[in-house]
């Protein structure tokens, strides 16, 4: 445990993050890069969970579409699931214990969501990954990494993105955008940078949850940020 910063450690992926240069569905080959830094981040020593998104599979006012809010927001918590068990497949795959946990019941492929259950898991070495959000519609899995983060005192969470940061704009569309190696939460929430949603952002406010953003393009990233190595921004 020497070489970690962190004892307990929450890890965010967007659905996106899995799937690779195609955007939509899973790559095999980026999901198994993802979970050879988990495993290994977990050989360290530190307890692991993960908050997945649904984005690679279902968005549903993507485009200027119309669906209703809440059939929407369930239809993107069944497209968790499915990121959740791709996840538990490759890491178990790898040699690793998991246990999939989803806020909405589907006792046949995981377990229902437990507070304590799911501290044990992680006492015990085994590597946590919950589903479908916080399990109510109009709250996005941001939200729910920082609630489960909260729940289950992690240390941080580990917020891997597309961009390798927070930034004062969007890096891709602004060219003269200022990269922040250290932010805090109530800078975030009054320049609306956009880093988790408002909600999530005040949720890790209020609980004193530090969040380290970096890119997940280099999957190496997840095992440098737990070394304690200074890579992205960190929120406090």
Known sequence: MSEVKYKRVLLKLSGEALAGENGTGIDIKTLGGICDKVKEVAELGVQVSIVVGGGNFWRGRRNG??????????????ATTMNALALQDALEARGMYTR????????????P???RKAAKHLERGRIVIFA????????????????????????????GKNIDGVYSADPRLDPTAIKYDE????????KD?????????????????PLQVFGIADPENIVRVVKGEKIGTIVK
């Open 65 to 78: 579409e119309q669906m209703e809010k809440t059939t929407a927001d369930y239809m993107g918590m069944l």
């Open 193 to 209: 940078l956009k880093v988790m949603d408002s909600t999530a952002t005040a949720l890790c406010k209020d609980n004193n949850i």
């Open 100 to 111: 999939v946990q989803t806020a909405i019941e589907m006792r046949e492929i995981a377990e």
């Open 132 to 159: 479908c959000g916080t399990g109510n519609p109009y709250f996005t899995t941001d939200t729910a990494a920082a609630l489960r983060a909260a729940e289950t005192e992690a240390d941080v969470i580990l917020l």
């Open 113 to 115: 969501y437990i507070k």
């Open 183 to 190: 932010i805090s939460y109530a800078e975030v929430l009054n």
